[in-house]
């Protein structure tokens, strides 16, 4: 049974950081590119970070470059993501997901987790 959990959300001040944890099991972990989403009310979920499989972190929206690092431990099966300089714009749900390397399609999802930027 496949499962990805996200911890370590919450509410956090604005220019404030958060570390965003998403333990997965029940796939070969190391052969799957990660990816954090976020979907702030009223919007689109957006993809923000991608972890390769050798542990590369790719921002894929302009607005979190420079702040946003994703990270991955193949020996815990468990993908990060380090969230800098908080601004109110980064509140959201946050979802971490998971693709083979020889897809486009992100096959498995976590439930989420939000984190609110607010003073």
């Known amino acids: 049974q496949v499962q990805l959990v996200e911890s370590g959300g919450g509410l956090v001040q604005p220019g404030g950081s958060l570390r965003l944890s998403c333990a997965t099991s029940?796939?070969?972990?190391?052969?799957?590119?990660m990816a954090w989403y976020r979907q702030a009310p009223g919007k689109e979920r957006e993809m923000v970070v991608v972890?390769?499989?050798?542990?590369?972190?790719?921002a894929t929206t302009d607005s979190v470059k420079g702040r946003f690092t994703g990270s991955r431990d193949n020996a815990k099966n468990t993908v990060y993501l380090q969230m800098n300089i908080l601004k109110p714009d980064d509140t959201g749900v946050y979802y971490c997901?998971?693709?083979?390397?020889?897809?486009?399609?992100?096959?498995?999802w976590g439930q989420g987790i939000q984190v609110t930027v607010s003073s």
């Open positions: 029940g796939f070969t972990f190391t052969d799957y590119i």
């Open positions: 972890i390769t499989m050798t542990g590369a972190s790719i």
């Open positions: 997901a998971a693709r083979p390397w020889s897809t486009v399609q992100y096959d498995y």
